[in-house]
Every structure is written in C-alpha cells, then in structure tokens.
C-alpha cells in the first residue's frame, strides 16, 4: 500500500469536521496555472478549498508527482492542510523546523501560503522522486534526499516533526527491528531539537493490515517514548482527540 494510502486510512471520514479550521488557516493557491484546478463546495467549512480533478490511474497527469496531494498520501488537500494546521498549532511564530519525511517539502509551501512568511525549514526524505519534485516547484526549499538518522551535518532546529512516516520502514536495514528503528528514529529527532518533537501514527484502533505498515497503540507507545526521554528530561504529552486512527504524540524539551 505504501505511504499513498496510510494517511487515507488514518484519518476518519468526518476528520475536516473535527478540526477547529479558520479560513486564515487555508489561504490556498493554484501551486501551478498550468495545472487546471477545479473548485468544491465545501462551505459547511467556511471557505472554498481547490480540489484537484478526480484522476485515472492510467491517466495520471504529468505533473502527478509535483502538485498531487495523492502523491503524497492524502486523499485530498482538506486532510493535508487539516494535519499541517494542527502541527502548526504547537510552533512559535519564527520557530525553525526539520521534517522528518517530508516528501516534496509541502509543509513548507502550506507555511508559507498560510502565515505569508517563509520558515527556517529543512526536509529530509528517502524518496529521491519526490525530493525532485519538490525541488521543482518549491525552488527556496531546503529539502534533502537521505537518511533522516545521518543528520549530524544539519543545524538543529526548534522542532521536529513526522506526519506518519514512522509507521513504514523506508530503509535497507532488515537487521534493525521496528521498534528498534522506532527508538532511534524518536532518539535522532529529540537530539536535532531544541524546544520538541512532533510525531503523528497510525492507530491499531483502525484496521490496517498491509504488508510493511505498522500501528501502534497510544498507551503502549507513549509509555516507550516516556522511557527514551525521561532521562534526558524531556516531557510526553498525548494527543488522541481528533481522530481514532492517528494520534500525536508531543515531546517538550
């Protein structure tokens, strides 16, 4: 199934209703002229939201990689800026940010669009594909094609952050267990912040049987990152309330 799909399953069907979404937080933009977007109806949210046009497989546009919020693993661009709102609820207004899977670098652009100001930002992502569509259309973004764990050459930033990357190995490793590279992927993210971590999954409370994705239970995983950080004098806080499959999880420095 890969990434294309998780968040789909993640985020229930009402998951746009759930979210306290003002308009100033989806000051939304054509990313591209060329590429017709069709306008839906979604006034029961207090603003018009452009949808991309329903695509065939067989005829997926060129520029699928680079525009498409399917590409990315959201069904749609109310998912995407609905999780991109609640992470921002947690920044400081000139807080840098290093994303942890960032794909084509979108939370970026969403940052940008909506607070009129671009971030201190640095992407990191395995995906070569779409690390170069990213490059393409968001030309100032700093976003790198590599092994978010090999960040020692990066600056660190305020906070860290992963929209559901960790619930999919994206590595060669098959020595390291999951939780093992769970744990040191939690570990490399609190090390590279300087005020917290920001760390979405995929809930086991929704049924996602696929092969090379992972759910977690909160409870389960909240008491292992307690553990990584406690000694380090980090502080945990669990977010489960928008939606019964996913659920944060916030760890203060």
Not at 10 to 18: G, S, T
Not at 67 to 95: C, H, K, M, W
Not at 198 to 204: E, K, P, Q, V
Not at 224 to 244: C, I
Request: charge should be negative.
């Amino acid at each position: 199934m890969g990434v294309k799909n998780l968040i789909k399953k993640m985020i229930d069907p009402n998951f746009a209703k759930e979210i306290d979404i003002q308009e100033e937080d989806l000051q939304v933009e054509a990313y591209n002229e060329n590429f017709p977007l069709e306008e839906t109806d979604v006034s029961e949210f207090g603003v018009d939201i452009p949808e991309l046009p329903l695509m065939e497989k067989e005829a997926l546009p060129d520029d699928y990689l680079e525009y498409a919020p399917e590409a990315v693993g959201y069904g749609n661009r109310e998912q995407q800026f609905g999780i991109y709102s609640t992470i921002a609820t947690y920044l400081g207004d000139d807080d840098t940010i290093m994303d942890f899977g960032c794909g084509r670098g979108d939370f970026y652009a969403w940052y940008t669009q909506t607070f009129n100001k671009e971030p201190k930002y640095t992407g990191i992502d395995l995906s070569e594909p779409l690390i170069e569509a990213g490059l393409k259309v968001y030309p100032n973004a700093q976003i790198i094609c590599g092994d978010w764990n090999d960040t020692a050459q990066y600056d660190i930033a305020d906070w860290c952050i992963n929209v559901g990357s960790l619930n999919m190995r994206y590595d060669a490793d098959t020595v390291t267990s999951d939780f093992e590279y769970f744990d040191k992927t939690v570990l490399t993210m609190f090390e590279k912040a300087e005020k917290g971590v920001i760390i979405l999954l995929a809930s086991d409370l929704v049924n996602i049987k696929e092969e090379g994705i992972s759910v977690f239970n909160a409870g389960d995983i909240l008491n292992r990152v307690l553990k990584l950080v406690t000694s380090k004098n980090g502080f945990v806080a669990l977010d489960h309330s928008y939606s019964d499959g996913m659920f944060s999880l916030i760890i203060y420095k």
